[in-house]
């Protein structure tokens, strides 16, 4: 198609299997499968814990992969429009995935912005946060000190290590609470618009510039992984660091908060129900084999998880076995793990400016291809909402441009000195388990019993030449929604309100905002199902048919094909008599 103004671009596929692949993988394989995975299996029982998570992957993880990446590839459509497809009435969970992922975008974008700043001062001659002669330590400030590594406080009086003193004190300048946000850090914000012109480009031309990015970013980081993994092994202490890794616990299996945590886990290690699956196999060729993609995507991404555990816990081992600590006080997750614990490991190993440069370069990039797919299935999906007006020539980049400053604006708060406190509150209400746990119980139940698991396994059969095992029926129907739902009902019975440092408690106010981030996403849910049955034509029976039933432009399977001709056959023959 010719590129003239003012005409409608072609949506395209992807240039290559690979690019699909690479994407996905991209995505899927994020930081939590480095800061968050390991320290779950530490946490909750060693070994045992793979065990409440395979249930997951088998029960939740794995159909829900296969049954997105199905959808947008039987419709080619994006993450809202599929649903106005395959079932209307479940049009709100589209909206409802878009907004989480916006959320999402604007949080995990910080954390990129971050690590770009520890990059830099990676290069220099001594490490910043190796030692307690900087301009912003304190008199409590300890070299190798065994208390305090993490972000835990207990009285000011407690020493700090340089690591966490560098974190809270320079890079986030971080003030008393949420009441106190302060002025804009101004280094910190360059590295985030520099992340965001990273992000821009990357995407600028949908999956044509994708496609090709991923070749690096998906690929690249697995070759830094490999790299700490064997330095991490060579290193004394850490076998030590690896037991307390794996060590299993059978015991702890009969604790929720251990099935809850690998649920929450597989949920958002594999991106599911947020329309990211389903944006990225809607670039798909429709015989694409999206079954077989499926497997092995998800062995990838839990293999991923499992090795990077031995990377990060040998070096753990190491921090543990040159202080004398006992490990569970260098142990720690998310941003913990990435600007405290580990910096402070690897400034006391020999070359540390090499290793910290190797660290933070895997960081970057496993967030940046999580961050720009991400981008591209918010892109995807309004443009496929809006197609006459966003999809004329050049109008792409200029609302690629107007999303990435309404985000960019959106969290300038964030990169204040109170910003810490903002980003763990859009962390841990907006984007949290409850809200994917909610759709996910809805997706299932609309495409398992709605539009129908019978009618999913004959297409995923038609596109790919291969029937699928009965279990992931029996998952769709029954087994997802079932497990979603339960879970669910266990994370919201065992709520508890959000802490900082666990010391700082939010006021009231911040609790409220936070559930009403939360619930920003949840309600358009049933809202966007109440609001068409209301406003729908005809009687209410009427419009619940209307909206439980698909699109009749979609592709006919085999099996559709073969049962038209002989209605058709029949027909004739009676017309015969």
Not at 118 to 125: A, D, I, K, R
């Amino acid at each position: 198609m010719s590129r003239t103004d003012g005409q409608i671009e072609d949506r395209g596929y992807w240039g290559s299997k690979a690019e699909f692949l690479l994407a996905v993988a991209g995505n899927v394989v994020g930081l939590g499968n480095v800061w968050r995975f390991p320290y779950l299996c530490y946490k909750y029982g060693g070994g045992a814990f793979l065990i409440p998570y395979l249930v997951f992957v088998v029960t939740c993880g794995v159909p829900l992969f296969l049954l997105e990446t199905a959808m947008g590839q039987y419709t080619r459509e994006g993450g809202i429009t599929c649903w106005h497809r395959l079932c209307p009435l479940a049009e709100g969970i589209g909206y409802a995935g878009q907004m989480i992922l916006l959320y999402s975008c604007m949080c995990y974008i910080i954390i990129l912005a971050w690590a770009l700043f520890y990059l830099f001062f990676s290069f220099s001659p001594e490490l910043p946060w190796a030692s307690c002669d900087n301009t912003w330590n304190t008199d409590y400030c300890i070299v190798g000190a065994a208390r305090n590594l993490t972000l835990n406080r207990t009285t000011p009086m407690n020493s700090t290590s340089p690591a966490t003193e560098f974190w809270e004190r320079r890079v986030l300048s971080l003030s008393g609470g949420i009441e106190q946000m302060g002025h804009i850090n101004w280094e910190i914000l360059l590295c985030l618009i520099a992340m965001w012109m990273t992000c821009y480009f990357c995407i600028w031309k949908g999956v044509k510039s994708t496609g090709k990015v991923v070749y690096f970013t998906a690929t690249f980081p697995y070759a830094m992984l490999l790299v700490l993994l064997i330095r991490g092994l060579t290193l004394p202490g850490a076998l030590q660091g690896i037991m307390f890794y794996l060590y299993p616990e059978p015991a702890r299996l009969s604790d929720p908060q251990v099935w809850m945590e690998a649920g929450a886990q597989i949920f958002f290690s594999y991106s599911l129900s947020v329309g990211s699956l389903t944006v990225l196999g809607s670039y798909n060729k429709y015989n694409n084999n999206c079954y077989r993609d499926s497997l092995w995507l998800c062995l990838l991404n839990s293999g991923t998880s499992l090795v990077a555990g031995f990377a990060v816990f040998s070096v753990l081992g190491f921090m543990a076995h040159q202080q004398g600590a006992p490990i569970e006080e260098v142990a720690e997750s998310g941003p913990g793990l990435a600007f405290i614990a580990y910096p402070q490991a690897v400034a006391m190993m020999p070359l540390p400016q090499l290793w910290a440069v190797c660290f933070f370069i895997m960081i970057i990039l496993l967030g940046l291809d999580t961050q720009f797919v991400g981008m591209e299935v918010v892109m995807t999906s309004v443009m496929d909402l809006f197609p006459m007006v966003l999809r004329k020539t050049g109008r792409r980049e200029m609302f690629l441009l107007i999303f990435c400053l309404i985000c960019f604006f959106g969290q300038l708060v964030m990169v204040t000195e109170g910003g810490m406190y903002v980003f763990q509150l859009f962390d841990y209400y907006a984007c949290n388990g409850a809200c994917v746990l909610f759709l996910s119980v809805f997706e299932s139940l609309a495409m398992g019993w709605t539009f129908g698991a019978e009618r999913m396994f004959d297409i995923i059969e038609d596109m790919t030449k291969t029937r699928p095992n009965y279990i992931f029926m029996l998952c769709w129907k029954y087994f997802t929604p079932l497990v979603s739902l339960v879970s669910l009902v266990c994370s919201l019975v065992q709520y508890q309100p959000l802490t900082f440092n666990r010391w700082y408690v939010y006021p009231g106010w911040a609790y409220a905002l936070g559930w009403l981030l939360a619930l920003s996403s949840i309600l358009l849910v049933p809202g966007w199902a109440l609001g068409r049955l209301f406003t729908g034509k005809g009687n209410l029976r009427q419009r619940w048919h209307h909206l439980c039933s698909p699109d009749r432009n979609l592709p006919l399977t085999r099996k559709q094909r073969t049962e038209m001709q002989q209605m058709m056959r029949t027909a004739e023959m009676e017309d015969l008599f």
